[in-house]
């Protein structure tokens, strides 16, 4: 990126699919994240300070003893195969480019049209899984939660635009839960539903109703 990016649209939106939180498409996912098991919620990592925006989760320090019946995947799991998130910018010289460039103005938008409907891996509708990620609250922030997204990297939704909707869960739980905030970092669990979703945050390509939901502790950073 240079001096050149004078607005934020363009720089964030590269800047998280190709350069910070990028790596979650395209850095090695077959390490096992973990956690300490634990049904409360009320520890969920406090790391407003931890991650860097566009940052993807870092393994965390103890292993977890996860439940048998959930398989754990990876974000890159969720994307179906040869699916391309950066093939809107194909072609184009970004570092070359501002946010008032009109070639750049129309890569963003047909970018985002593409991510809206992006599609999803069908094999994962009913799949009784376990995956990490960052909260993006559906309520009001400070009370109890019962609905959020998952998403994949730090900001999304709220520092950079959305991710693609295949990298995105609309998540519901059965009971309130109290403590979690934006940007927390928490496994869920449970069976995952291909099922779209139009948020006030962005628009989703997944779903988990009454979802398990457990926090999830990154090391420090160094």
């Known amino acids: 990126m240079t001096a050149r990016f004078r607005h934020m649209s363009l720089a964030f939106t590269v800047i998280a699919l190709a350069g910070g ?3 979650y498409f395209f850095r090695p996912l077959s390490v096992p994240l973990s956690v300490p098991e634990s049904g409360a919620t009320a520890g969920a990592a406090r790391h407003e300070s931890a991650y860097a925006v566009g940052e993807a989760l870092r393994p965390a320090v103890a ?3 996860p439940d048998p019946a959930l398989r754990e995947i ?3 799991d969720l994307l179906p195969k040869g699916w391309d998130p950066l093939a809107p910018f194909k072609g184009l010289k970004l570092d070359e ?3 008032a460039d009109p070639r750049a103005q129309i890569a963003l938008y047909k970018a985002r049209q593409y991510w809206k409907n992006a599609p999803v891996e069908p ?3 009913g799949a009784a899984v376990r995956l990490a990620g960052f909260v993006v609250s559906l309520d009001a922030e ?3 939660i019962r609905e959020f997204l998952l998403v994949p990297y730090f ?3 709220i520092h950079v635009p959305p991710p693609p909707a295949n990298q995105v869960i609309h998540v519901r739980t059965d009971k309130p839960l109290p403590g979690l905030r934006t940007m ?3 496994w869920i669990g449970g069976a995952m539903r291909v099922e779209r979703a139009d948020t006030m945050m962005g628009y989703a390509g997944y779903a988990m109703h009454g979802a398990r939901v457990e926090s999830y502790l990154p090391p420090a950073r160094q």
């Open 21 to 23: 939180g990028a790596a």
């Open 63 to 65: 292993p977890s003893t």
């Open 74 to 76: 990876a974000w890159r």
């Open 97 to 99: 480019l501002d946010d």
């Open 123 to 125: 094999a994962l509708d």
């Open 142 to 144: 400070g009370e109890a």
């Open 155 to 157: 900001g999304a939704c």
């Open 184 to 186: 927390d970092t928490v």
